[in-house]
């Protein structure tokens, strides 16, 4: 299996990108993973048409035979063992790739949000398009620890 993440706009701040970096490394000895980022040009001055614009070139990068998991804010709650079991039964599925989707400061549009098969958030308190990122990539890291049994995460 392999892991898409498709992040809409590019990190402005080093720290966010440094972390990404970090916990990308790790995530190698599990698994391949990919990180796209989408950048649409230009200011539309309408929040529904930079959603659909983001939306086209978020649906061009993702391939047919993936199993595509939205996180948004109205998404279903996980603990960090939920988490990781969905990961581990997809593992177990066959499922070649999983691509999770994160929008830009606006969400997304709804042919993504159909599109997903799943959808997610991280928490019930709201966080920056840019600061999900990191999160996200932590739980993911947890999440292979988790199913590898490794002691980084504690109950």
Do not use: C, W
């Amino acid at each position: 299996m392999k892991i898409i993440l498709i992040f809409t706009g590019k990190s402005e701040k080093g720290f966010i990108t440094d972390g990404i970096m970090r916990y990308h490394t790790r995530l190698h000895h599990y698994i391949p993973l990919e990180i796209k980022i989408i950048n649409v040009a230009g200011k539309f001055g309408n929040q529904e048409i930079q959603k659909i614009r983001e939306g086209e070139a978020i649906m061009a990068q993702i391939p047919a035979d993936s199993q595509v998991i939205l996180l948004d804010e109205k998404g279903k709650d996980f603990t960090s063992r939920q988490f990781a079991e969905m990961i581990n039964t997809a593992i177990h599925q066959n499922i070649r790739r999983l691509v999770y989707v994160f929008g830009g400061p606006y969400g997304v549009s709804g042919e993504i949000r159909a599109k997903a098969d799943k959808i997610i958030r991280l928490s019930a308190m709201t966080f920056s398009h840019q600061v999900v990122r990191i999160l996200f990539m932590e739980q993911l890291y947890r999440a292979f620890t988790i199913i590898r049994g490794e002691p980084y995460h504690h109950e």
